[in-house]
Each structure stands twice: as structure tokens, then as C-alpha cells.
């Protein structure tokens, strides 16, 4: 009995040890199933993410192609054009002893045109030092932005840069199944497993090689997304599109990650908004009415608005991004122009609106003609007797003429009492500065000049109270409350000096994308969308081409051997092994494409079963292709193994 009793004992120890081992080998084979899913699909989404992180780095360089290589144009005109500015200013300031001192006038003209030329001044100085450096011999634009320097290309640092890129996106693209085989396959063994691979054997990248082309509504913007529906509009060269942007699930890193869009809206209400209080202004309009652009300030007064129906509530209804060359060009407006409130350090300096206008004309070379396009180079005269001779002897040369425009708007006429504090107010800060278009001639305005170039005319007009000038409101009946506001009268003196005229020539606009028919061009890499579409709003999304592309399924075993009597302990596997499954996807929460760094892995239930048996079927004759990394027989005992599950131990192995 006693012996008979040991044995029993002997038994039950070897059995609870087996036991508790194979569960033990049970949860490692797990983790490894685990470990294999989600790294092989890490790989791949590490794999695209950097295509996206490539894609948009070189679409950012081809935007400073075009951006960079216009500075050292842009930066000689604007500096000699604002150094002619200030050689006018310095002759008209010389010259102030000559102006009509009656009343006193002449200090705030002279107050005036300082302000101006001292403004001038500061904003040449960094024009200088930009010229200096980008023109001055020591640096070379075209080392960096030229696509040619002579040797056939990519000679330019940007464009090198830019075709290594793609490389390697082709390399990353085309390796990128074999590595993520490889990556599951090297952290499913590092836990106790004999085997250990990720299904599809062979893992496929779902990208496609783009071409140039297809970064040009990334830069220019022929197409764009916006939110109503699905619909495409152009966007006027703001770029920010990406070539298979379909809403709402492939808007970009521009909208998405970047935020670069502006906001689309229509009115859903309207109020009425009653006239603004203020003073009502009537009439006034002197003999001199020139128009063209302007900068600064003027000191007429203006006058109320009269009752008008408003917007009160807007709705967003989409937006549309914008890209790498527009949030470029947009930098720069900022710091040179500025608001009212930060005034920028290039405001009355067209430099600005020259880095746009030739950085148009190089995006042009990008996904264009070659043949070259010329922009005007201003070369401004200054003297005022040799202007007038160049416009006797062809007035058709003159591109533009400037003034300066010095205004006093006073509530005293002028006269014994003119300019006295508290009666006046003057524009003397911030002058108008005017350009015209072609040749305007100040002789034949009919106003008398008061000093040499120096054009005075005078006018007024009517306003019900303007405080700042000592006029108060006043009641047309003194003993009627609610009778109407007296008009009084403004008397505005507008004082117009010579600024110059304009007649430089047109200039060619250099060309850095100088390459020849055939050149091996940059290219974005793009999620293909031939095979279906990737939507992962989809009510559906285990399903069709998102889970063939974007699914993948880990397999993991370890002989079952019971350490303890294994002639009476043996498997009940077919194979012999203790077995794990586990399912990961591949998903982008952010933007579904190529160019947005956002893919991720996670690991989901296993879902069908049926399906993954068949890919594993096709997975034997794909293992010979992993260069030793899965053997056609593991893939073959998986896929026996998994087959031969009938439906109801499915559900309960998947459960367990």
C-alpha cells in the first residue's frame, strides 16, 4: 500500500510540475507572439514614418531652393533702391532753408522728411549687411540652391541633399518587409521560443514611387483639400496640398501636425449696426489727387459710418492649408512689415514683395518652362531737373514717380494763429510716401510750390467736432438739445515733395533649376492607393486592402516536452509545441498618407482565423525569400496547426 501510494505521489508531484511548467511556457511563448506582432509592425511604421519624414523635408528644401536663391536678387535691388530714397531725402533736407517759412510750417516738413530718412536709414543698414553677404563675393547662393553648377548635377546642397533623401526612401520602401520580418523574427526569439515569425511572411509596403510633379501641389498648390464634402479648389500658389489628399483622412502634416491652413467660413447671421458714434465729415477734396500705393498715415480726420448690416455670427466650414513656400514667404512679410502694434524692420522697403515676386517666377522654373523670365530692377534719379529732362526725351521709360506727402489739418485758417498748440494736427511722423505709376508731372497741378521741389495745396472740408484740433460738438440752436450738430470748418494744407522717378530696366532671373531632359530628379514617395482605399473611418476597417496591407499576425512555439516522466506525459499538439498567435495593426490617427509622421503599432484580437490560415499557406513558398530568417517547414507545421482548429476551439484558444 505504501508503495502503491509513493507511486501515486510521485505521479501527482511530476504532474503538477509539468503543469505548471507548461503554463509557464505557455505565457513566454505568448509574450513572444506578442513581441513578434508588434515589432514586425513597429518596423514598418518606423519604416514609413521615415518615407514621411523624408517626403516633407524635401519638400520644405525645394521650397528654400526657390526662397534662398531669390535673396541675393532681392536684397541688391531693395538696398539700392532704398539708398537712392535716402540720397533725395538728404538733398530735400539740405535744401530746407529755401522752403516758405510763413507760419511756420517749414520745421514740421522738415520734422517729417527726417522721420522718414531716419527710418530709411536703419532699414538700409540691414539691407547693407544682407547685400554684403549674399552679393559681396564671400559666399555663393548657387553652391547651395543650383541643381547645375557646371558638372551635369545634383551639384547644389539642398538638391544633394534632397535626391539622398529620396534614395533613401526607396532603399527604406523596398527593404522595409524583409527588416520587419527580420525585427519580429529578433524579438520573438529573445524569449525562450524555437520559433518565431510575423505573417505575411513577406510584409509589403503599401508605397509607390511618385515623381517630381507630385511635389508641386505640395509647393504651389493646383489642387487643395478642403473639409466641405470632398471638394478640390485651387489655392493661388499657397501650396500645402499633398498629392493623394482626399478628405478628411489625408490632409498632410500642413494641416494636421503643423496647423498651417486658414479657415473657410460663411455667414449663418446678420445684425444691423447702427451709425458709429463720431463726427459726421462732408466735402473737402484738394487740386491735387494722385493715386498709387501708399505707406504711413494721414491727417485728414475720418468721419463716421453711416447704419450697415454686419456679419454677427460666421460658421467654419473647412479650411484649406498652406505649404512650406508660402509659410516661408509669410515669415518673411511678418518680420519685414509687421502691424500696427510691431512694426517690422523692412516696412518701407519693397524687399518683401521682391523675395515673392522672384521666388514666383523659380517655383515657375520648378514645374515649368526653363526659358528664363526677367523682373524689373528699379533705378530711381533722384534730381529733379534731370527726371524731367528724362521724361521729355521719353516719358515711356519711367516706370514710377514718388512723393512724399506732409499734411496739416487745423481748425484756424492760415495765417496769424496758424499752428498754435491744440488747433492742428500734422501726419509729420510717418509721412505719406507715394509711388505713381509711369511719369507724373507735379507742374501741371496747378499749385504754387513753396521751396525748391516742394508742391503746396490747400483745401477744406466740413466735420461736426474733431477735438483733437480744438473743435467741440455744437448744437446748430443752442436751446434745442436734439437739434443737429453744427458743421465748422477744417482747413487742410497738403505740402507734396519730390521723391524720384523709376526707369531702371528688366533683368533676367536666374535659373537654379537648371537640369537637363532626363536628370534623376527628387521624388516623394506616396501611399498607393491603386489596390482600394485606406479610409479608417470605416465602419468595416478588418477588411479588404486596410487588413491585407496593414495587419499582421505573430506566430510563436516551443517543443512541449514535459521536463518530468515525458514517456507518460506527452503533448497533445499535433506539432509537438506549445503555440502562440497574436495580431497587431498599423494605423495613422493623424493624416492616412505618406507624409505624415504619425504611423503606430498596436497589438488587437485575433480576428479571422480563416484568413491567416490561407496567408500562411501562401507564406511556405515565401519563406525561401527571408534569406535564412523562416523556414518553409515552421511556416508549414503553423499553418497545419492553425487548419486543423475546428471553429468552437478557436474561439476558446483566442479567448484564453
Known amino acids: 500500500m ?199 511572411v513577406l510584409p509589403e509596403m503599401p508605397a509607390v514611387r511618385g515623381s517630381f510633379a507630385n511635389f508641386q501641389p505640395v509647393l504651389e498648390g493646383k489642387e487643395q483639400v478642403v473639409s466641405d464634402g470632398a471638394s478640390v479648389a485651387a489655392t493661388g500658389g499657397a501650396g500645402g496640398a499633398i498629392p493623394d489628399g482626399v478628405w478628411p483622412h489625408r490632409l498632410g502634416p500642413w494641416a494636421r501636425l503643423f496647423r498651417w491652413r486658414d479657415e473657410l467660413r460663411e455667414a449663418v447671421a446678420w445684425e444691423y449696426v447702427p451709425p458709429e458714434s463720431g463726427p459726421r465729415v462732408r466735402g473737402g477734396r484738394g ?176 466735420t461736426e467736432y474733431d477735438e483733437e484740433i480744438g473743435i467741440f460738438p455744437e448744437r446748430e440752436d443752442p436751446n434745442d438739445p436734439d437739434s443737429p450738430l453744427k458743421y465748422h470748418t477744417v482747413y487742410m494744407v497738403a505740402y507734396y515733395v519730390w521723391g524720384g522717378i523709376d526707369i531702371g530696366p528688366d533683368e533676367d532671373v536666374r535659373n537654379p ?9 527628387p521624388h516623394p514617395l506616396l501611399l498607393d492607393t491603386s489596390q482600394g482605399d485606406y479610409d479608417p473611418a470605416l465602419p468595416e476597417a478588418d477588411a479588404g486592402v486596410r487588413r491585407q496591407l496593414f495587419t499582421f499576425l505573430g506566430v510563436a512555439s516551443q517543443a512541449d516536452r514535459a521536463p518530468a516522466w515525458p514517456q507518460q506525459f506527452s503533448s497533445a499538439s499535433p506539432v509537438n509545441s506549445v503555440v502562440a498567435v497574436a495580431q497587431a495593426e498599423l494605423f495613422n490617427n493623424t493624416s492616412w498618407d505618406l507624409w505624415t509622421q504619425d504611423w503606430q503599432a498596436q497589438l488587437v484580437p485575433v480576428t479571422q482565423w480563416d484568413d491567416w490560415v490561407r496567408r500562411l499557406e501562401l507564406g511556405v513558398a515565401q519563406a525561401g525569400l527571408t534569406d535564412g530568417q523562416v523556414s518553409e517547414q515552421d511556416v508549414g507545421d503553423m499553418h497545419d496547426y492553425m487548419m486543423r482548429m475546428n471553429r468552437e476551439f478557436v474561439e476558446l484558444y483566442k479567448a484564453n
Open 2 to 200: 505504501t508503495l502503491l501510494a509513493l507511486t501515486l505521489l510521485v505521479g501527482l508531484v511530476f504532474y503538477v510540475y509539468n503543469v505548471g511548467t507548461v503554463v509557464n511556457r505557455r505565457l513566454a511563448v505568448q509574450n513572444a507572439a506578442d513581441a513578434t506582432a508588434v515589432s514586425g509592425a513597429a518596423w514598418m511604421a518606423r519604416s514609413m514614418n521615415v518615407i514621411a519624414l523624408n517626403n516633407v523635408a524635401q519638400a520644405r528644401m525645394l521650397a528654400l531652393v526657390a526662397v534662398l536663391d531669390s535673396l541675393p536678387q532681392a536684397s541688391r535691388m531693395a538696398h539700392e533702391e532704398v539708398s537712392a530714397w535716402i540720397r533725395c531725402l538728404d538733398d530735400q533736407l539740405a535744401r530746407g532753408g529755401t522752403l516758405d517759412w510763413q507760419w511756420g510750417a517749414r520745421d514740421l516738413i522738415l520734422e517729417g522728411l527726417n522721420s522718414v530718412r531716419n527710418r530709411l536709414v536703419d532699414e538700409r543698414d540691414i539691407l547693407a549687411v544682407l547685400d554684403q553677404q549674399l552679393n559681396g563675393g564671400g559666399f555663393d547662393m548657387a553652391a547651395v540652391t543650383h541643381w547645375s553648377l557646371g558638372g551635369g548635377g545634383p551639384d547644389g546642397a539642398l538638391w544633394r541633399a534632397a535626391v539622398a533623401m529620396s534614395d533613401f526612401s526607396d532603399a527604406a520602401a523596398l527593404s522595409a518587409g524583409a527588416l520587419a520580418q527580420a525585427n519580429a523574427v529578433r524579438f520573438g526569439k529573445s524569449n525562450p521560443v524555437e520559433t518565431a515569425f510575423l505573417a505575411p
Open 287 to 462: 487740386s491735387v489727387n494722385i493715386g498709387g500705393r501708399r505707406t504711413g498715415s494721414s491727417a485728414v480726420q475720418s468721419g463716421a459710418q453711416g447704419g450697415q448690416w454686419r456679419v454677427s455670427q460666421w460658421q467654419v466650414i473647412g479650411y484649406t492649408t498652406y505649404g512650406p513656400y508660402a509659410w516661408a514667404l509669410r515669415r518673411i512679410t511678418d518680420h519685414c512689415v509687421g502691424d500696427s502694434d510691431n512694426p517690422g524692420e523692412l516696412r518701407d522697403a519693397l524687399f518683401h514683395r521682391y523675395v515673392q515676386q522672384i521666388s514666383r517666377i523659380k517655383l515657375d522654373y520648378m514645374f515649368g518652362p526653363h526659358e528664363l523670365k526677367q523682373i524689373h530692377r528699379p533705378e530711381w534719379i533722384v534730381d529733379y531737373a534731370e527726371a524731367r529732362r528724362q521724361a521729355s526725351a521719353d516719358a515711356s521709360k519711367i516706370r514710377r514717380t514718388m512723393f512724399y506727402l506732409v499734411e496739416i489739418a487745423s481748425s484756424v485758417p492760415p495765417g496769424p494763429g496758424w499752428l498754435a498748440p491744440g488747433t492742428y494736427r500734422t501726419n509729420g511722423d510717418e509721412p505719406l510716401a507715394i509711388w505713381t505709376r509711369r511719369w507724373t508731372d507735379p507742374e501741371r497741378w496747378g499749385v504754387p510750390t513753396i521751396g525748391e521741389h516742394v508742391w503746396k495745396d490747400q483745401y477744406t472740408y466740413e
Open 513 to 521: 533649376c537648371n537640369w537637363s531632359d532626363g536628370a534623376t530628379l
